[in-house]
């Protein structure tokens, strides 16, 4: 059983940053594929940012490409989100996901084997 806990979500104005983090349990971190989606009041859950387990490959959506950033730390069992130049469209609950069959990141939410429980982004205009 994987535990995914995310942390760091708030209320900020358009053009401010937010970094987010999600903790994982469980020895084998450094074998997950990490993702974090989000979803919006009325949306469907979206694709934001993967990362493979050594963090060598990442992937955004269009709509994050150059203002957000994934990394990990292996040794503390996080992912991070650093979100930049924040716009109100950003606003949605973010979700932390792990993979952990080894068949390295996705983004469709089908593929993702453990979730988080949200932090929510509040983004002011």
């Known amino acids: 059983q994987v535990q995914l806990v995310e942390s760091g979500g708030g209320l900020v104005q358009a053009g401010g940053s937010l970094r987010l983090s999600c903790v994982a349990s469980?020895?084998?971190?450094?074998?997950?594929?990490m993702g974090w989606f989000r979803q919006a009041p009325g949306k469907e859950r979206e694709f934001v940012a993967s990362v493979n387990w050594s963090g060598g490959n990442t992937d955004y959506a269009d709509s994050v490409k150059g203002r957000f950033t994934i990394s990990r730390d292996n040794a503390k069992n996080t992912v991070y989100l650093q979100m930049n130049s924040l716009k109100p469209e950003d606003t949605a609950v973010y979700y932390c996901?792990?993979?952990?069959?080894?068949?390295?990141?996705?983004?469709?939410?089908?593929?993702?084997?453990?979730w988080g429980q949200g932090t929510q982004v509040t983004v002011s205009s």
């Open positions: 469980g020895r084998t971190f450094s074998n997950y594929d």
């Open positions: 996901a792990a993979i952990i069959t080894g068949w390295g990141t996705s983004v469709r939410v089908s593929d993702y084997d453990y």
